[in-house]
């Protein structure tokens, strides 16, 4: 997963509470604000569609004033949550089989877990319309955008509503959140467009309830847990005799990650080594830019305390990667020094923005360290186009997979869903569609792009450990659904969903 379920956790954290039971979480910027399911919020159960720009300058202005109450209250008392910190061991340590079923969290989140092996559910059935081809109208709808004609533009978006719903088939939902994007690119000339994406990923939600969400997708769906693994799991192969490892985790947010290895150092044949983790973010907003980071390597010393694992923490906020210099990585001599990126460099600036990319300087950088094993899992997408038309065209067919995948897995009224959609995919769609320049943030190549980009920087591959893949294979015969795909290409580990590849990862080393 992906940025935009990171922001939803940033304000989150200063819910959980301390101590070394409570793991780090996944993805960036978020407290209380979060619209509970049932109250009316952009994109859900919303029948206005008039004066859409008022609405958004009311709420902007709300979010700010509710932002600056919670900053004066950073450092808030928590509450004993020793339920909640123990459901965070059982599903980021992952402990008993690696993809058994997740056991119920408190408050009575649901299992989506299909042990048939993918024989279709009951679900409650989405508004009775006359059929329409919805994929269709969004795609005339955005050639209409695209070509400014906002008269036809608005008329298809009409259309669109009368068919569309957050709570329908997978089709209908996917059509809501699209049209969503599609009337906010239409507001104005981009700058309202990219305000509503703003004012989006403000919204935020509690721990519990991510909590809760985030079990409902690891146990719907293998594409978290396999990526994770296969990266430790190499990480362990390459440091099997290195008395100290230094991981250099680029885009670290809460190093959900990071927890499962550290349990596996732990159990090491002859002793677990040093861990030193270096954890490079984005600053976070205010006067305590790098509070977000350093309580994360605060938890993860906690883990490290619990598993006597010996343990040192590097924070690096930094706004451009791409400007960060050797030195501040404090790398040392006698250290296995491990490279990880997981689903973040997508979110750096290319060529079409920067004539010296983002991407390519912070691969060099990379290569600068030199490091013994490069751990690289991207999202593969085809819609970072500059074109909007092609653009659309692309991202339609990406999320098509998602919902529908979303939709033949988890039941329609499961309200962690309707949050995965709404809060994370909506947002992502958002952005892609509505935003354009620097403010598009969700920009994904496709594996063969990224094989390009990291050789020309001087990498050369690892094959792919076929025990690994074997067992990987196993596991989700065994315990996901029989639509999902698990492939493998030029050494690339490849997830998807019908044939439609979105997830793959590989490992690499200096050439």
Request: contains cysteine.
């Amino acid at each position: 997963m992906k940025i935009l379920f990171r922001r939803g956790l940033e304000e989150a954290s200063k819910f959980l509470p301390p101590g070394p039971n409570l793991v780090t979480g996944l993805d960036s910027n978020g407290e209380q604000g979060f619209n509970k399911f049932g109250e009316t919020s952009y994109g859900l159960r919303s029948g206005k569609n008039h004066k859409r720009d008022e609405r958004y300058a009311i709420e902007e202005e709300e979010e700010e004033e509710e932002e600056g109450r919670s900053n004066k209250q950073s450092a808030l008392s928590h509450a004993d949550e020793s339920d909640l910190s123990d459901a965070f061991d059982r599903v980021l340590l992952h402990e008993g089989n690696m993809c058994s079923e997740i056991s119920s969290l408190p408050g009575g989140a649901v299992k989506v877990d299909e042990p048939d092996g993918g024989k279709s559910r009951s679900r409650k059935p989405g508004r009775n319309k006359e059929t329409v081809d919805l994929r269709n109208l969004l795609l005339m709808c955005s050639q209409s955008v695209y070509a400014n004609d906002n008269r036809t533009a608005n008329e298809l978006l009409k259309q669109i509503r009368q068919h569309s719903s957050p709570f329908g088939d997978a089709s209908q939902r996917l059509a809501h959140y699209f049209a969503n994007a599609l009337e906010a690119r239409l507001v104005g000339d981009g700058t309202v467009a990219q305000g509503t994406y703003s004012f989006l990923t403000s919204k935020r939600f509690s721990a519990a309830e991510f909590l809760k969400a985030y079990q409902v997708f690891l146990s719907a769906s293998p594409f978290k847990k396999f990526t994770y693994f296969f990266a430790n799991k190499m990480i362990m192969k390459a440091a099997a005799k290195a008395e100290t490892i230094h991981i250099i985790d680029f885009g670290i947010l809460y190093g959900f990650h990071w927890p499962i290895l550290i349990k596996f150092l732990s159990n090491r044949e002859g002793g677990p080594p040093k861990l030193r983790i270096t954890g490079i973010e984005f600053p976070q907003p205010g006067f305590r830019p790098t509070e977000r980071i350093e309580e994360t390597g605060s938890r993860l010393a906690n883990y490290c305390k619990r598993y006597n694992v010996p343990f040192e923490y590097n924070a690096i906020a930094s706004r451009n990667w791409e400007t960060i210099q050797v030195e501040a990585l404090k790398i040392q001599s006698n250290e296995l020094v491990a490279v990880n990126c997981h689903m973040r460099f997508e979110n750096l600036l290319d060529e079409s923005i920067e004539v010296n990319s983002p991407r390519n300087a912070v691969l060099q950088l990379i290569r600068k360290i030199n490091p013994d094993i490069f751990t690289h899992s991207i999202t593969n997408g085809s819609y970072n186009a500059p074109f909007f038309a092609t653009r659309f065209r692309e991202a339609l067919f990406h999320y098509s997979a998602i919902y529908d995948m979303c939709d033949t897995v988890i039941p329609r009224e499961n309200e962690w869903r309707l949050m995965i959609e709404r809060e994370l995919l909506g947002r992502e769609a958002m952005n892609v569609i509505a935003c354009e320049g620097s403010e598009r943030l969700e920009r994904p190549e496709t594996y063969k792009q990224w094989q390009a980009r990291n050789t020309r920087a001087g990498f050369k591959q690892l094959p792919l450990n076929k025990e690994l893949m074997a067992k990987f294979r196993t596991k989700l015969k065994e315990w996901y659904h029989r639509d999902f795909v698990f492939d493998e290409d030029n050494n690339w580990m490849l997830q998807g969903w019908k044939g439609r590849i979105l997830y793959a990862s590989t490992c690499w080393v200096p050439a």
